[in-house]
């Protein structure tokens, strides 16, 4: 079994990667940003409460992403292994995913940050807006407010993952593919 933490930038390609990692190691992919869209499209209390805190770039309350993850973690025990994306974003969000993998007996294995130069990221989101009809993709503004958020609030969860020995960086520039080799690598490393 393998627990990956998956981290980055929004527009780094973390949901990519995902797709990409979840096939070639069948395992389990969590993305809670889906999760949460997918409340707001079906209009659920949770994706009602979520829509204001996504149109502004702002980050999802960590209790109810932190609920949404315990509940998952405690009906996939069984599972390969899981690749988390999007998730921890804070570090108090770090601090309870530990707990909640010990409660049920499992860890994080480690983090692999892709890293991406910011006009890289602003220009890739601004690219997928146009076909993701997501509104927090479309603006520039809330695009480099998502940034100084995830700067402020989010990178800062390296430093958590770097001080257990499990934080791996990896240049996300580059083709698809030279980016699935290096994170591939990292993982394949780990597992030896």
Do not use: W
């Amino acid at each position: 079994m393998i627990n990956i933490v998956l981290f980055g930038a929004p527009g780094c390609g973390k949901g990519t990667q995902a797709a990409r990692l979840k096939e070639h190691y069948g395992i389990e992919h969590v993305s809670t940003g889906e999760v949460i869209r997918g409340h707001i499209n079906r209009g659920t209390e949770l994706g009602n409460s979520m829509k204001s805190y996504i149109a502004q770039g702002k980050l999802a309350p960590d209790e109810v992403v932190i609920g949404m993850i315990a509940d998952y973690v405690a009906s996939h025990k069984e599972v390969k292994g899981c690749i988390y994306d999007g998730f921890p974003r804070t570090t108090a969000q770090a601090e309870a995913f530990d707990k909640i993998m010990e409660e049920n007996g499992l860890s994080v294995d480690l983090m692999v940050d892709i890293q991406v130069p910011e006009e890289e990221l602003v220009k890739r989101i601004l690219l997928r807006g146009k076909d993701s009809g997501r509104a927090d993709d479309a603006s520039e503004e809330v695009i480099r407010g998502r940034l100084d958020v995830y700067h402020a609030q989010t990178a800062v969860v390296a430093d958590f993952y770097t001080k257990q020995g499990k934080y791996f960086s990896v240049d996300g520039f580059g083709t698809m593919d030279e980016v699935f080799d290096r994170i591939v690598k990292v993982i394949d490393s780990l597992k030896k």
